[in-house]
């Protein structure tokens, strides 16, 4: 199998399979693009869920200063040798018992730990949601800059697909004088293999536009492929007019970045005082109502009375009379179970002091570490400056050699047009050999490559560039 069949085969493959694609895929402009991803991005969604619990936390802390009230209710049955909860003797019965309470506690005082940790997790709910902002702002980048490469990826394919039709159109020429035997027979041959080279050329073409569009449904987080819509979308291509400062300036004020790490660092700083609470006592305040029944419990009645001799005599006269007792009858009664809980309702309200004398160094070490993390909190802001900074200059930089590299580009592309328009006719007609008209228009056709590449390579760090400033509109700003 020759090299040029091989290369037949492929190119049939990859047209089946992008057939296939186009069946499932759906065009999107890029607006429609930063829409989806910004509902279906799955590393947004799992940003946004840390916000929610870093709120709930914040609300939770909020609670943490209201009373605590609880109430508690138990029912049993006991069997065997027991205490009474009702009299408190020893009892070798099957008992019953219950009680009920409710207790209250309320912190009035603990070196403001409560005040200061809800502070500290409103300070983290507000970076967290900062956060949130910020990878909204890379989603979008990201989105475009990826949209961009598919334009890209696609005007370099549109490119070498003129490519090979401008190849076969030249073949046709070429195959005409081969059957004819009027012209050289190597420039036939030579330009088969070009067709192969321009052939494998849209096959790496085809692969890298393929690869664009599965990266930007991975941030769409699609499942069908992704087709652009660049209808709307304005490109302009001047020289970017903002300084590196100036750029620099614009992100310090609406980079949001840079207000997440600041309220960091004073969500670390409440952090500290709420270890420094640890040295100070804690005073609450306590109070609660209890009650319980026994099933054991009674209540006796009296139901009469009746007289018995006692055994005793008592001598009176000289005649021995019999001591006679009125002996009171009583009866048992159940005390019901609202009763018993009316009865024995008791209350309790105090005041608890807790003073720290000696906790092993905890608490110091605790201080410690807080201030360690507003260390790092800070560098972390610093290190976002420098990076930042850093990212803008070398975006700049590489903006600028691009946009300079583009109208040296544009030059060559002019020049090797003219010089492959008298290349074509001198060998159409014979003049030239083919070695000169390939390298014409190998020349021409990398060069409109280089000059594609070049533009969109300008606009992807002109986007990057305004996305420091802030500027997180879409196709408007393009």
């Keep these: 199998m020759t090299h040029k069949t091989v290369i037949y085969i492929i190119i049939t493959l990859m047209n089946g399979m992008m057939f296939a694609q186009t069946q499932t895929e759906k065009t999107y402009t890029l607006d429609a693009c930063i829409t989806i991803a910004l509902d279906n991005n799955l590393n947004l969604k799992s940003r946004v869920i840390l916000a929610n619990s870093t709120n709930i936390n914040y609300q939770q802390s909020k ?12 029912l049993g049955v006991n069997d065997g040798r027991s205490i009474d909860p009702f009299t408190n003797d020893f009892i070798n019965q099957e008992l019953t018992f219950s009680s009920a309470g409710l207790n209250l506690d309320m912190t009035i005082f603990n070196g403001f730990r409560l005040l200061n940790s809800a502070k500290q997790n409103r300070l983290n709910t507000k970076a967290s949601e900062m956060e949130v902002e910020a990878a909204k702002q890379d989603l979008i980048l990201n989105v475009t800059l990826g949209y961009l490469q598919i334009l890209n990826s696609k005007a370099v394919l549109e490119l070498n697909e003129a490519r090979l039709e401008a190849t076969k159109e030249q073949l046709k020429i070429q195959k005409e004088f081969f059957e004819s035997e009027s012209g050289n027979p190597a420039d036939y041959a030579d330009i088969l293999g070009q067709i192969a080279n321009d052939e494998t050329s849209i096959l790496v073409s085809r692969s890298a536009l393929n690869n664009a569009k599965i990266n930007l449904s991975q941030l769409l987080n699609l499942e069908t492929g992704v087709t652009v819509d660049a209808a709307n979308l304005i490109l302009d291509f001047d020289r970017y007019e903002p300084s590196v400062d100036e750029i620099y300036t614009d992100a310090l004020q609406h980079f949001v970045t840079f207000k997440a790490r600041e309220l960091r660092i004073e969500a670390a700083k409440k952090g500290v005082s ?8 804690e005073i609450s305040f306590f109070a609660g109502v209890n009650t319980n029944y026994s099933s054991a419990a009674e209540i006796f009645n009296s139901n009469g009375s009746s007289f018995a001799e006692t055994g005793d005599f008592v ?19 159940k005390i019901g179970y609202r009763d018993q809980f009316d009865n024995n309702l008791n209350t309790v309200v105090g005041v608890a002091v807790n003073v720290p004398i000696f906790n092993g160094f905890r608490a110091k070490n605790n201080v410690a570490l807080e201030k360690n993390r507003v260390q790092e909190a800070i560098l972390e802001l610093e290190r976002t400056h420098l990076d930042i900074k850093n990212a803008i200059a070398q975006v700049y930089f590489d903006m600028t050699t691009i946009y300079e590299r583009y109208e ?3 030059n060559q592309v002019e020049a090797y047009s003219e010089s492959y328009r008298i290349n074509d006719i001198r060998f159409k007609n014979g003049v030239s050999n083919f070695l000169n008209y390939i390298t014409s228009k190998n020349n021409l056709d990398n060069a409109k490559v280089n000059l594609a590449n070049a ?3 300008y606009l992807l760090r002109v986007r990057v560039l305004e996305f420091y400033r802030g500027n997180f509109e879409t196709s408007r700003d393009l």
């Design 63 to 74: 609670a943490n200063l209201l009373p605590s009230i609880n109430g508690n209710f138990n």
């Design 274 to 281: 709420v270890a420094k609470s640890q040295f100070t006592p």
């Design 315 to 333: 001598t009176i006269d000289g005649e021995n009379l019999p001591v006679i007792t009125e002996t009171t009858a009583f009866s048992a009664e």
């Design 408 to 410: 040296s580009l544009e």
């Design 455 to 457: 533009k969109y390579e």
